[in-house]
């Protein structure tokens, strides 16, 4: 018998509400209105938490009483930043605290306060169907899906159509890329058909129709107000790319792969003068203000090869980004933070945890990132990977990939790809953070599992269509095991019979030998045994004689409890499935 104690770091039972179920993660202890709240535990060397958060960069004029501001007489607050501070509970953290049962709404509020969550809500978009939700580490994980119209692809009744997808498959945000058709349009029309924040990066819809030495201070405010006034959420404002950072990206091997970031380092070059996204900062955040957008401020520098990772470039830009939340808090504007991008695995933790020391724990938005440089085509996998850790070592949401990335344009199915792998990402890292009630949902699927209860397997199952239909590919009957091992090796379902005689329901159990199973018939077996190479309509061709062997006059065997009692069903599997013996012999002399 081992001795050995688990690292156990966290609350006793930290991760779950209802059912108790949850061991405690090996996270630090949940730490609700500190620094570490829902956060890993530190490998050596990592850069600790800032001791400030956004109460320690107020607007002049105001100061702090407790855990509440006072502002100037006759301020009128608009962002949820600013009611944080004073003190109110609005609407939208009300809303936040029932979408995220482990928070009350005051815990939102105040996590707000400390600038470490965002409700990235645009007072015109909340008179539409936005639904409020929140980005931070003391929430669930979100995640965003890209989508656009490019200048050789899409229009935007597809765009509107890859929005309602993205809803559907758990997106949390959309950030509308579009640098091609009708952007204002198409804009407005996924502004009007979200339910889900919409964040923009307004500086491609600047230089549309201009060459972007060409692109004034007016222009930059305009558009922003612009957008601003159709209702966008938040906006990734590259204002961190300063000319001092430029001459650290010749010694990169791919440059600058962020369209702002090149797009702004070009003007930069051009007219030898600042980044007008910084030198404007306090302009830009009050047209923000007046909205309540959020900022995303972009990561112009982030690496685009795992070679150009945590380098001079990537890392003097996030300083600034640092010194401009400061700057924003300041103006009352919410703010998050962007992130690489392509990083190697083993940088990923330093690279959260420098953000948080940097930023004094804004929310970080990270896409990906890309663990590896060298599978195009999988690049929602390779990034999965890396979002994962990001998620689990202080990333707040996690912008998707999708296979298409670096190759083309995102269709559906690559939209749905994209999120799928995202949701994975979002909800390991919960699990393993201990987020109260995030692994109820995997315990129940597990009962299930356990059960051979393949009906709420599949209601469960996050895409339960696709669990259904590979089910369905091999073994399109209801039956006690899959056709991943067959009956035979069905190591639930012996584990099932195994309770049931350890709980004296199989009085004297024996096993004499493993006989093949009647249901195993050849075709079954010949399926089994050329998986991946039969088509579709030979497996349900084959497949379907199953049926034959247990009797099945629809889609389920005869055995199944929607048509006959235990009992009747056990003796049914018994007679014409299960030849494995879990009876004792009854001797002839009985
Ligand atoms: S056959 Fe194998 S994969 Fe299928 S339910 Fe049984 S143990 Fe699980």
Redesign the pocket.
Known sequence: MSTRTLPLRGAANPSSLRDGTNPGSFANAPNLGGALTFSSPDTPGMPQPSDKTAWDFLPPGWRREGDRAIAPAGFVPVTQLEHARLGNITPEMKRVAEREPHLSAEQVRTEVAAGRMIIPANTQHLQHALEPMCIGRASKTKINANMGASPVSSSTDEEVEKLKWAERWGADTVMDLSTGGNLDECRQAIIQNSRVPIGTVPIYSMIIGRKIEDLSVEVILESLRQQAKQGVDYFTIHAGVLREHLPFVQRRLIGIVSRGGSLLAKWMLVHGKQNPMYAHFDEICDIMREYDVSFSLGDGLRPGGLADASDEAQLSELSTLGELTEKAWRKGVQVMIEGPGHVPFDQIEYNMKLERQLCHGAPFYVLGPLVTDVFPGYDHITSCIGATAAAYHGASMLCYVTPKEHVGLPKKDDVKQGCIAYKIAAHAADVALGIPGSRDWDDSLTKA?AA?NWEKHFELAFDGDTARAFHDEDLDVDT????????D?????ISKEIVEFASGKADGFTRDKIAQSAALTPEQREILEKRGVLSPEEIHRLASKTRKAVGAEGSKGSCHSDYVEPQTAQQIQEQRLVQLRTKPEVSAAE
């Not at 006690?480 to 009956?487: E, L, S």
């Open positions: 599992r051979l006690d095991f899959c056709a991943m091992c067959g009956h090796w069905c190591s639930v379902r």
